[in-house]
């Protein structure tokens, strides 16, 4: 059973325009997202994260926008770059335990030039 | 700058065979992780070890074990590698509450 949902699996945009990709989840007792970006050969790399705290985190050209009560994240890239092209993966985790992360199946992002 | 190593980045192995993958972090963190990642699955939990010498159970452990005998090294063993286990392989080690785990290149494990 998926907790995590990422329903598209791709996503193009021109290059200088904002990429939204999107991201929900079922487990109301998630309290920390993140995401991740990945290159073909190489392991995700962290981007972005909140907390369920707050509804918006910002870093650089990077920003996260969570809404609780419809258990949904997104992430906005301004502006889209030709090397934002990556799988892009949404997860989700809970304080207790060992910070179990629970991931999307990922969205592909291809920035046009 | 946080390292993980994982010791091959392509490994071809055949049915049956006892596999070993292993993975180093250099950040001293505490618990340290196994996916797999296939297409259209995202990344899936085999393993994680939040102690040395400690283990817990992921989503998907049938086929795997795991050691943990050093804080810095966490290895995932294939006790009798199948078809269905070629996949991309994916150690991540962090820290417990809210911090992100670190990833490192993965494993590219072929069963023939």
């Known amino acids: 059973d998926q907790q995590v949902k990422q329903n598209s699996p791709s996503l193009s945009v021109q290059e200088g325009r904002i990429s939204i990709l999107n991201c929900d989840y079922t487990?109301?007792?998630?309290?920390?997202f993140l995401w991740y970006k990945k290159y073909p050969a190489e392991g995700p790399t962290f981007l972005i994260s909140i907390s369920s705290i707050k509804d918006k985190n910002e870093d650089g050209r990077f920003t996260v926008f969570l809404n609780k009560s419809a258990k949904h994240l997104s992430l906005h890239i301004v502006p889209s770059q030709p090397g934002d092209s990556a799988v892009y993966f949404c997860?989700?985790?809970?304080?207790?335990?060992?910070?179990?992360?629970?991931f999307g199946t990922g969205t592909r992002l291809t920035v046009i030039p | 700058d946080v390292k993980v190593t994982q010791s091959s980045r392509y490994l071809v192995k055949r049915t049956g065979e006892k596999v070993f993958l292993e993975c180093v972090q250099d950040?001293?963190?505490?618990?340290m992780f196994w996916y797999r990642q296939d297409p259209g699955l995202g990344l899936r939990l085999i393993y994680f070890s939040y102690d040395v010498k400690m283990k817990e159970k992921g989503d998907i452990p049938e086929g795997y074990s795991v050691s943990r005998e050093k804080k810095e090294r966490f290895s995932l063993i294939l006790e009798s590698a199948s078809t269905n286990q070629t996949s991309m392989y994916l150690c991540?080690?962090?820290?417990?509450?809210?911090?992100?785990?670190?990833f490192g290149d993965g494993t590219r494990l072929s069963i023939l």
């Open positions: 991540a080690s962090g820290n417990p509450g809210n911090q992100p785990q670190h």
């Open positions: 997860a989700a985790s809970t304080q207790t335990g060992a910070n179990n992360l629970f």
């Open positions: 487990n109301s007792m998630f309290d920390y």
């Open positions: 950040m001293d963190h505490e618990n």
